[in-house]
């Protein structure tokens, strides 16, 4: 068997068997099939597109191309994936909920590329977190603590990191085959027991239209399921930020508001949902409700918050976060509201064009190797439905100086419209699928 083999195939719109894409995995790993290869490889997946066995066969093929972890704990191995929107922190709350549940989360998450932030620049922008953690001291964080968020190590899914690599180039990045390898072959190879997709939809999502999300949400779960997973799926709303900040340390602010008690929100209520389902699957909970009432339990009593401060001081955080975040956490050197040009009511938000005001801030990755400033963003970002008076604050800028904050300020009003007429939000939780 050879890459060109292989190739000829996918060009005359034959089939590829398990084999086939085992090879080819492996070969994108080792370096066997060259970026010319690896670019006709994706191509050809993304014109022709595969069935639901070719699709799990992929995904397996790319998991197994490299280190699949396994667990030998005291209970569930259980994990969530998101897609991405904007203000979403969901993970820095469920997973230590999850822990304080009995369950265990060994997380490998990603970093923000384009408009949507990532998890571990958030966790990066308190002082001393470092989430490049060697496979040891991850396995001594996920038994001790319960869970451990971290990123992926060279050994992860090899495959998928030389396909992720020339997607964008070659104009493959919204196969919904590729989409589902990738995500999966890296979730996958954590040895997880069960995981839960939360799939976003709306102006602040790469997904803008329900019908896009579904399909995504249908094509992960059953695939992932397939492939040994249990695995059921979550369309919520994007259609604003989940919370009221945008920015990495800023989030981290209202996730400890939130593991404090201070604040509820669509945060815990989206955590509950993904989490309780989970749970329940993972039989640590009879019913999906039971799960969701466990983990807002774990919330309310401290104990999500004992398990999150755990994991940070193991992961390099200052001793005393817990008690000093609001002290510990950077701080932009300008700080200036936004005012409402006309009084009304908050009738649309784009969420893609703030997530990108935070980008220019500095706050995230036009490229990979760009360097984020962990302080700036945006806060009390207001929600639709929302009456304002004209002069009241839309938003709130964190910026590193006042031209960032300049054009910022333009932003923020170009992508939040105000109307006379009240309008209803949608709905948080559109789905649930598997």
Excluded at 368 to 386: F, H, K, N, T
Aim: hydrophobic residues 50%; aromatic residues 2%.
């Amino acid at each position: 068997m050879s890459a060109r083999d292989i190739l000829a195939r996918l060009r005359h719109g034959e089939a590829l068997d398990a084999n086939a894409l085992s090879w080819m995995a492996g070969a994108l790993a080792d370096g066997r099939a060259s970026d010319a290869q690896a670019g006709a490889f994706a191509m050809g997946i993304c014109l022709n597109g595969l069935d639901e066995q070719g699709r799990v066969a992929l995904t397996l093929a790319m998991r197994d191309s490299g280190q699949v972890l396994d667990w030998d704990l005291g209970g569930p191995v259980l994990d969530k994936h998101s897609t991405g929107g904007v203000g979403d922190c969901v993970s820095l709350v469920l997973a230590p909920a999850l822990a304080a549940c009995g369950a265990y989360v060994p997380m490998i998450s990603g970093r923000g590329l384009g408009h949507t932030g990532g998890t571990l620049d958030k966790l990066e922008a308190i002082p001393g977190v470092s989430t490049q953690l060697e496979e040891p001291q991850f396995r001594d964080v996920v038994r001790t603590v319960g869970c451990a968020i971290v990123s992926a190590s060279g050994d992860i899914a090899p495959a998928d990191r030389r396909l992720y690599a020339v997607r964008d180039v070659t104009s493959t990045v919204d196969s919904l085959d590729l989409i589902t390898a990738s995500i999966l072959s890296k979730k996958l190879a954590a040895g997880l027991d069960g995981l839960v997709l939360d799939v976003k939809v709306g102006s602040g999502a790469f997904m803008k239209e329900l019908t896009q999300a579904r399909a995504l949400a249908q094509a992960l779960s059953s695939t992932a399921t397939a492939a040994g997973c249990p695995t059921t799926a979550v369309i919520s709303d994007m259609n604003q930020p989940l919370v009221p900040s945008l920015g990495n340390a800023l989030e981290v602010a209202e996730v400890m508001r939130v593991l404090t008690g201070a604040v509820t929100g669509p945060i815990l209520d989206v955590a509950a949902e993904l989490g309780g389902g989970l749970l329940a699957n993972g039989g640590l909970a009879a019913t999906a409700k039971a799960g969701a009432d466990a983990l807002r339990a774990a919330v309310a009593d401290g104990r999500a918050l004992e398990r999150f401060t755990r994991m940070l001081s193991a992961m390099g955080a200052p001793a005393d976060f817990a008690e000093n975040w609001e002290r510990i956490l950077p701080k932009a050197h300008v700080i200036r509201t936004v005012p409402a040009p006309r009084g009304g009511y908050v009738s649309t938000i784009d969420g893609a064009a703030l997530g990108m005001a935070v980008v220019n801030l500095g706050g995230g990755r036009v490229v990979e190797a760009d360097q984020i400033d962990p302080a700036v963003g945006l806060s009390q970002v207001r929600r639709l439905g929302e009456e304002i008076c004209a002069g009241a604050p839309l938003a709130t800028i964190h910026a590193a100086g006042d031209a960032a904050a300049d054009a910022a300020e333009a932003a923020v009003l170009a992508a939040i419209t105000l109307g006379d007429r009240a309008v209803e939000a949608p709905d948080l939780i559109l789905e649930r699928i598997g």
